[in-house]
């Protein structure tokens, strides 16, 4: 029988519901027939006869081929496919005068043409060369490696094996084409926009800078070991996972094109970490070095200008821990500018070390949500945040929403010369500033200013300042700020500026802001306090006294007197008055806005001359009297109305328990000394909503008794809310 259908091989897509398949192309029995299933994924499985189908003949003759039944449905995204598969084998023996058997000579050979076909099928799924190729011109052998990759050569000719992430590309190349050398794929690629893979390890024994066309890519495998006194540039894009990829004493320098950089570039060992991460911030040109979880170093971190250091952050808070077992500074700005630390938590584990310090002629730096932690101990020596200026005049630092704990100092500022080795323009904003809790350290202080600093233009905006033996101090010859801040629990409360809740001290003598104009000093004086007790040390201390000319004071000042000598005729504008035993009593403790004043007294004005606006705050109020009086018509002393409250707040706790049916309970808030009369209006507030059916009243049952009431309208017990209950009460 002839072999007329030249094809070996057909395939179906399943689609749940078909299980019949049938093949045109003849065998000469059911086992030359292969059938495999291959699912959605691709994975292909060779079905057993009669275990996963059957195979019926057409007209009863397997020569005219047949249908493949299969036992199991097989849903959409399968696909059979039905296969010659012919033993290449010869079973016919002939020997010597035998009858010629013309029918086994035709069996044979349409054996053969089988084989012929089920190999040409095999064929053509192999890779081969075009008809126009010589293969004479080609060494297409190759000897198997394990977990390569089969190419052809750089010649184009033979066939070789490459790592298995070797590219060959236009646009990439590997490092493996260049012997593993990577100042050789540099020299070879020159100036072609490529992208170089390198995942094996190259080292550099000479200076060697990569193009900006050039993009080195560095997987995990790969590592560039650049020895003593090498120069590694890299002036084109660069990318690495969080792994190290350098290494080596050599130095690294990444071009303007390369804004990030990460320590574990260069292998973090968890003992020396300050060793990588100065070696990543020391590689910017400009950017920023990020860094990770946790660190642990050994000497101090060392910033660089236009070269930012951003740890982790978790919402407000900095998640990147620094440990610094040393006793010096952990971070340190020296001498540059235009420089951001942010989201970093440093800690401190020696009695002498320092947070943060900056100096030495340091401009723009930038410290956000850093938290410096201390030993705490008595011992301690160390500031959360060290501005020495040691050489230079240095300025323009802000330091924003950071902590400082457990220190002796929480800010310190020391100079050299106050004239060119200082610090001006620091601009501090919400910063919390702990000492210890447990016992301040003697001379310590949340902000402390030696005598050598220029504080021109420096502020706290916001923060508290707490557990110090100062607030804030500044040392005599200094010049302080200002400062607008909570302190508490410092056993001094010493601070300077603005601050409305310590005790202001600035030794005497002292000036704080000294500067010409017109011809005459401008000078700004040493401050008292705002609330708490008087330092007396000189007699004409102000606050803040700004002389412009003979005929253009401002004078915001804290005087002890009457007097106060300005060397010259000044015009009161704003003054400040603590009244000492020689003032008219009900004219102490002053304010004077313009022409009006404000004045505290325990008594109406009785003498003195005051004009209409003028308004005395009543010391000693009681539940009748007014609070304030205010000048109606102005002379001496003038037309007074008192100004008595009408409306009063209090609470009171009750816890009313079960209440049965029906029934009411009550309690009484009472208001000491304020008269009210039954019928004055009152409301009350519960501790939360009460129960339905429980009814809320609050009256006067008294004049200075307010009865509650809560009355259960229901069938049934019904509890009423415990707790503080607020009545807000309006009199008539």
Partial sequence: MTVAISTSRIQYNCNGSVVAFAFGFGVGATDEIQVILTDSAGVETTLTETTHYVISATNDDYESGGTVTTVATYAAGNTITILRDVPVTQESDFTENMPTLYETFEDGLDKLTRINQQQDEEIERTIKLKKSYDPALYDLEINPVASRAIGFDAVGTALTTYETTTILDANFDSIQNYSNNLSTAVTAIGGASKTLIIDVATSLSGNTTVPSTLNLMMLKSGLITIETGVTLTISGPFSAGLYQVF???????????????????????????????????TALTSGTVLL??????????NMKTKVNLTGLSGGDSA????????????????????????????????????????????????????????????????????????????????IKDSYGIGYKYGVLMTGVNINTDTWTTVDMTNLWLVGRSAGAVVGGAGIYMDAKTNGIGTYLRGGTIESFNYGVYVE???????????????????????????????????????????????????????????????????????????????????TRGASEIDGGSPTDKFV???????????????????????????VVPA???????????????????????????????????????TSFNASGSWTPGSISAGATVTTTISIGGYGFN????????????????????????????????LTNITAGALTGPDGTYNIQAQMY
Avoid at 292 to 301: K, L, Q, R
Avoid at 577 to 596: C, M
Avoid at 684 to 705: D, E, K, N
């Fill in 247 to 281: 290494s080596g004493t050599g130095l690294v320098v990444l071009g303007d094109l390369i804004y990030t950089a990460y320590p574990e570039w260069w292998g973090i060992d968890g003992i020396l970490d300050e060793v990588q991460i100065n070696q990543a911030i």
């Fill in 476 to 558: 005599n010859g200094g010049y302080g700020g200002e400062f607008v801040c909570d302190m508490e629990g410092n056993t001094i409360l010493y601070t300077v500026g603005l601050s409305f809740n310590g005790t202001i001290r600035i030794p005497a003598s002292n000036e704080y802001y000294n500067s010409g104009s017109n011809g005459i000093a401008n000078i700004w004086y040493k401050e008292k306090n705002l609330n708490g007790t008087w330092l007396s040390e000189s007699y004409y201390n102000k606050l803040h006294n700004i002389l412009e000319g003979v005929s253009n004071v401002l004078r915001w000042g804290v």
């Fill in 319 to 398: 998640t990147t821990a620094i440990t610094y077992p040393g006793s010096g500074s952990v971070i340190e700005f020296s001498g540059i500018s235009g420089s951001l630390l942010e989201n970093v938590y440093v800690v401190t584990t020696h009695d002498d070390a320092n947070g943060i310090k900056a100096g030495n002629t340091c401009r723009r730096i930038n410290i956000e949500n850093v938290l410096a932690s201390g030993t705490g101990t008595l011992t301690n020596t160390g500031a959360a945040f060290l501005l020495a200026a040691e050489t230079g005049w240095s300025g323009g630092i802000s």
């Fill in 292 to 301: 990770g979880p946790s660190y642990i170093t050994a000497a101090t971190i």
């Fill in 576 to 602: 400040v008055t603590l009244g000492g035993v020689a003032d008219v009593a009900p004219q102490n403790n002053n304010i004077k806005l313009l022409t009006n004043k404000i004045a505290y007294s325990n």
């Fill in 607 to 645: 003498a003195g001359a005051w004009v209409k606006g003028d308004v005395v705050f009543n010391t000693q109020t009681s539940t009748v009297t007014p609070v304030l009086w205010s000048c109606v018509n102005s002379g001496t002393p003038g037309v007074w109305i008192g100004l008595v409250p």
């Fill in 678 to 709: 039954i019928g004055d209006f009152v409301m009350v507030g519960p501790p939360s909503l009460p129960a339905a059916g429980l009814i809320l009243q609050a009256y006067w049952s008294a004049s200075t008794v307010c009865t509650l009431s």
